[in-house]
């Protein structure tokens, strides 16, 4: 099975990104398509409006969200309009709280159908548990 995931993340802390990415992409008898927006393709619009409806679009066809719980997300407008897209879609999220954060977002956390942190392994079963 391929999972149809959205991965919202703050350009700020691509790395981040970068990192589960790679997490994923190593793991074992896992397949999954990104639909979530790279900072180096970003989706082209004039307003918040459309890119809210290019964000519901890309959304949509996905089996879950994934959200990186990192403090910063509290503050994000865009990962907070993603945690509403997701909400209104009734699409799982998966928050995941990287390795040796010592805080998080509560606004992430609350809106999490599940919570891991930062293991291969765990994000993994996550998907696999809540993204059919």
């Known amino acids: 099975m391929t999972y149809r995931l959205f991965i919202s993340h703050s350009w700020s802390y691509s790395d981040k990104y970068d990192g ?25 619009s004039k307003t918040d409006r459309e890119l809210k409806e290019a964000i519901e679009a890309k959304m949509r066809g996905v089996s879950c969200v994934l959200i990186l719980a990192g403090v910063y997300a509290t503050y994000s407008k865009w990962i907070n309009i993603e945690i509403e897209i997701a ?30 942190k930062w ?13 059919r």
């Open 20 to 44: 589960l990415i790679k997490l994923l992409n190593g793991a074992h008898n896992f397949e999954y398509f990104n639909h979530s927006v790279p900072k180096n393709d970003p989706v082209h």
């Open 87 to 116: 909400n209104d879609m009734n699409k799982p999220i998966i928050a995941i709280e990287y390795w040796g954060s010592e805080r998080t977002s509560r606004t992430v956390k609350d809106n999490a159908d599940k919570i891991v």
């Open 119 to 131: 293991q291969t392994t765990s994000i993994v079963k996550a998907i696999q548990e809540l993204c």
